[in-house]
């Protein structure tokens, strides 16, 4: 199982960026598909979601409007879109899987690719 997260960078503010999560061993259908951040010196929050349909995405508040989170279930794979992006979007960014495998709940996740917004 794993997930690859790829398309981070540096970028300057008001700039774009679209970030892609490749998953192996799993299929995404069977999980809801998450994107968190950690910025430097904070926690990691979640940003973005959709759930196994695909349907009804979460946003977080700081970022609705300007991120846009995807998926194509053939590539099985995720995307984060991200617009007129700010200085305090820099952060580390990771693709998570969360659901149940096996009769147990399971959390992967993959292992982040920096974004970073110059002023």
């Known amino acids: 199982v794993q997930l690859v997260e790829s398309g981070g960078g540096m970028v300057e503010s008001g700039g774009s960026l679209r970030l892609s999560c490749e998953a192996s061993g799993f299929k995404i259908t069977d999980y809801h598909m998450k994107w968190f951040r950690q910025a430097p010196g904070k926690e990691r929050e979640s940003i973005a979601a959709?759930?196994?349909?695909?349907?009804?995405?979460f946003y977080v508040d700081s970022v609705k409007g300007r991120i846009t989170i995807s998926r194509d279930n053939l590539k099985n794979a995720i995307y984060l879109q991200m617009n007129d992006l700010k200085p305090e979007d820099t952060a580390v960014y990771y693709c998570?899987?969360?659901?149940?495998?096996?009769?147990?709940?399971?959390?992967?996740w993959g292992k982040g690719t920096l974004v970073t917004v110059s002023s």
């Open positions: 959709t759930t196994r349909a695909g349907d009804k995405p």
């Open positions: 998570n899987a969360a659901g149940v495998r096996a009769g147990e709940g399971v959390d992967y």
